[in-house]
């Protein structure tokens, strides 16, 4: 890629992000491209789809949960990594409402932009959830995509503002569910 066209989607990305945060995930191309100072059509050269914009803004947070997955793995007790990480992935999601609705799809869609970075995503977590079940800190009938879907779940309740105060406490309900330990660590465990 050229340097102008290197420059030049930073520039979309860094204008999107707010917009996304401001609006969700159904913001309109036309807004971004809008506040971008560009026409529509150079946003879509760059980014063809709504869900590729959202991709590629979502694809370095995704790379970032993975990283930090693997790097708890090695800094803290199974039970406490679990629930860290959950609590990190429940809070990164409600920075853009309508992800975790977006994000559910993609896991089951290959052909959407965001598949592979879900998936991998969702495997991080499953191999926290195993190395927890390994050591008997969390239940063993549980499985990577209840994982997912319980993120989802958390996620959509801290976006819904009847329940957003009701967020932490649900995240902690859900994070002693998970767990088998007696005294097992809340969701503030960072």
């Given at each position: 890629?050229?340097a102008?066209?290197?420059?030049?989607r930073?520039?979309l990305l860094?204008?999107?992000?707010?917009?996304?945060?401001?609006h969700?995930?159904?913001?309109?191309m036309?807004?971004?491209?809008?506040?971008a100072n560009?026409?529509?059509?150079?946003?879509?050269r760059?980014?063809?789809?709504?869900?590729?914009?959202?991709?590629a803004?979502?694809h370095?947070?995704?790379?970032a949960?993975t990283?930090r997955?693997?790097?708890?793995?090695?800094?803290?007790?199974?039970?406490?990594?679990?629930v860290?990480?959950?609590?990190?992935?429940?809070?990164w999601t409600?920075?853009?409402?309508g992800?975790?609705?977006?994000?559910?799809a993609?896991?089951?869609d290959?052909?959407?932009?965001?598949?592979?970075?879900?998936v991998?995503l969702?495997?991080?977590g499953?191999?926290l959830?195993?190395r927890a079940?390994?050591?008997?800190?969390a239940?063993?009938?549980?499985?990577g995509?209840?994982?997912?879907?319980?993120i989802a779940?958390?996620?959509?309740?801290?976006d819904?503002?009847?329940?957003?105060s009701r967020?932490?406490r649900?995240?902690d309900?859900?994070?002693?569910?998970?767990?088998?330990?007696?005294?097992?660590?809340?969701?503030?465990?960072?």
């Amino acid at each position: 890629m050229r340097a102008d066209a290197v420059k030049n989607r930073a520039h979309l990305l860094a204008v999107a992000r707010p917009a996304v945060a401001a609006h969700g995930i159904d913001v309109s191309m036309r807004d971004v491209a809008r506040r971008a100072n560009v026409g529509l059509a150079t946003l879509l050269r760059h980014f063809p789809t709504r869900e590729a914009l959202l991709e590629a803004l979502l694809h370095e947070s995704f790379e970032a949960l993975t990283a930090r997955a693997k790097g708890l793995t090695t800094s803290r007790a199974s039970a406490e990594a679990l629930v860290t990480w959950v609590s990190e992935c429940v809070a990164w999601t409600t920075e853009y409402r309508g992800v975790t609705e977006l994000m559910a799809a993609a896991i089951d869609d290959t052909d959407s932009a965001l598949h592979t970075s879900c998936v991998t995503l969702r495997a991080a977590g499953a191999g926290l959830l195993t190395r927890a079940q390994e050591a008997k800190a969390a239940r063993p009938d549980i499985d990577g995509d209840d994982l997912f879907a319980l993120i989802a779940m958390l996620a959509w309740a801290g976006d819904q503002p009847a329940l957003a105060s009701r967020a932490n406490r649900l995240l902690d309900v859900v994070a002693r569910s998970l767990l088998t330990e007696r005294d097992a660590p809340t969701s503030r465990a960072t």
